[in-house]
């Protein structure tokens, strides 16, 4: 560790706790303070010939590639080796994988990004804020397919540098020259995405936090009493014989 | 049994002229927003026509409301929960910014900056969403009193089905107005459609409400409503929908649109249900039971069983004496002369509406006879069987002798009330023939003709202990924030969000709102205005 350059440890270990820092406490102070504009921002009312196409396709292919970058980023390379798989039948399965999942999203996003363009209703309608986290998250996925173009061979063993600088990060024992080794596009792809974390608070990527599992296991019907600050599943009115001098004024809001 | 409070509409259509005004006011009150421009809380139909957005009642398009599976139990039209969250991203039973329409402006800077000029200058129309010049094709009424008639005739849902018996001349044989908001269902598709469960129904009352800050922009409640009378607003990307103007019914007022409606002819009141079987009687096998099981829903608020699981159920006492005054219970449930929109959708909806007899009344006179004689309207009901077919669609999911029954008892109103008015001896008989006594008849003009202010609104104040979160009064309004409905800065600054006029034309106990600004507008005259002293240490009241 002493070889590394202080601009490597600033890049690599400096950053990323920095941004790790502002993603949770963006988050945090997001939904606390602001659940107002927490929303999905959909502009299918305008639109909806390409979109069907288009946000499909992205939604559903960025999954699978947040999928594909957990198991390269978290399966140590002595698991898989120790269930028979070389290294070699790993690079070209998670390249055949990696490749569809991209060209799924990237096809999608440049629907999306067609539609956003072109389309006067939807263009007009995009704010500023939008157009940056657009081009930023186009930016980090074209950086990682590049990066994998460029290491089509498999001579950077991401699984021996890239994922442990990954992992070592989250058990607090960070290690720059991991990643001060990484291919340039590798580095570039990593600091895209370190820069869409630290905007994602802000964005409307947050909508990503609001995947509405909850649907699954609720009843149909929903009550609420405009008395209670909870929510019961089966209030009344309040009774009339509850004190006339109201206690500490209780907000309805969740604050 | 499980009683439950429902705040409910009548409309009583014979006296729609369709004058838009309740939408006016509506939308002064509650869309006049960016993002809210072609929403329609209340909008009014002239039917037959497309309604607004155009087909919405095409349900084997839009896929609302609910249906019966093979088994007959209740599902959801447009699909349930895992096909809700794998179309999360591309709701595919969404209708586009067209199919309502496209909002305008016109280039009034055109008008302001014109140079003396020897042409009178214009103001061009230009679209709300792209800013750009617009070709007008469309818009919330375009076909308001049948205009577009032949372009667009077969593309009223309702006429499928009696096309061939409509042919050409339905525009020339009836024609009314249908003015709607939210219906408030008792069974609503859009609560049951939404994955944030951020639409709920509020326990005390029924209304059904979006929760802003719970909503994440899905639209599945857009899809689910079959009335479409959810909307999402693009600007703030959350739906927003008719509030049945609640910080005014917890003051004891009527809503906007009733308030300002200058035919007089809605009703508001308070109805008590049993929300244990709601299920049960959304799940009626036969649509054209509907009406009669979501009737019978509908609890009698004399009866001591249903009074005292009501109190037990927490709903105070001054809100079961509204149900007993309430307009809505006599409409439906004594003289049974109003019926529910489409109960075929299955979501129990709960504005109702008298059914119009005009269209016969109409017929009657034109052909140079007694439009007052009840023999000649009866007879027009049964050989009318266009208007009486098409209102069966809206109203009773096609079934005939029902609306015939309902409208059966107009006509021998206005029949036996001319006797009374020409001070000649009424004929009981006239009453006797559609199952009423006089008496009732009488009461059943009063009500519907006579219509007084506090006799068409029975609307219990919110109570008291709880006035710190009613709305109107409340210091915090969720409303206000950055582009929603609120939108005042300074609530107190604002005569809507103040007390109302109910609340100051009697002794007022609500708490007004505290600190801040004062504004002597908001005072009373009674007491001290608040804020512009000290609070006197030590008391609460």
Redesign the interface.
Known sequence: MSDDTTLDILLWIVLPYFVLAIFILGHVWRFRTDQYTVTSRSSQLYESKLLRFGSPLFHYGIIAVFFGHLMGLLIPQRWTDAIGITESMYHWGAFAMGIVASAVTAGGIMILAWRRTTNDRVKTVTPVGDKIMFGLLGLSILLGIVATLFNLEGSYNYREGLSIWFRNFWTLNPDASLMASAPLFFQLHVLMALVLFAIWPFSRLVHAFTIPFGYLNRPYILYRSRDDTERKPRPGWAKSDIPEVPGPATSRRRK | M?VM?QMSMVMNLDKCIGCHTCSVTCKQAWTNRDGTEYMWFNNVETRPGQGYPRGYEDQEKWKGGWELDKRGKLR?KGGG??K??MT?????L????DDYYEPWTYEYDNLLNAPAQKNIPTAPPKSQ????PIDVQWSGNWDDDLGGTYANKDKDPMIRGIEEKVQLEFDQTFMFYLPRICEHCM??TC??A????A??????DGVVLV?????????MCVSGCPYKKVY?N?????AEKCTFCYPRLELGEPTICAETCVGRLRYIGLVLYDADR?TEAASTPDEKDLYEAQKDLILDPYDPEVMAAAES?????D?ILAAQNSPIFKLIKEYEVALPLHPEYRTLPMVWYIPPLSPMVDSVADSGFDAEDADNLFAAIDTLRIPVEYLANLFTAGDVPTVERVLYRMAAMRSYMRDVDLGREPKEGIANAVAMTGETMQDMYRLLAIAKYDERYVIPR????????LEGV?T?C?LN??G?PGMAEESEGAGMAGPGYAAKREESNVPRPGEGRVNLLNWDGKGVPQGLFPEPTGG??
């Not at chain 2, 969404?94 to 910014?97: A, R």
């Open positions: 499980r409070a959801q929960r895992l809700k969250l999360l991203f591309a709701n595919p969404l209708p586009d910014i969403l792209t800013g750009k069974n609503p609560v049951a939404c994955p944030s469960g639409i709920y129904k509020r326990s005390e929760d802003q800050d719970d909503c994440r922009g899905w639209r999402f693009h600007k703030t990307g959350k709601v159920g927490g709903i105070p006492y809100w919110g109570h008291g202990e709880s006035a710190h979160n409340g915090d969720p924030s950055e929603g609460t009241a």
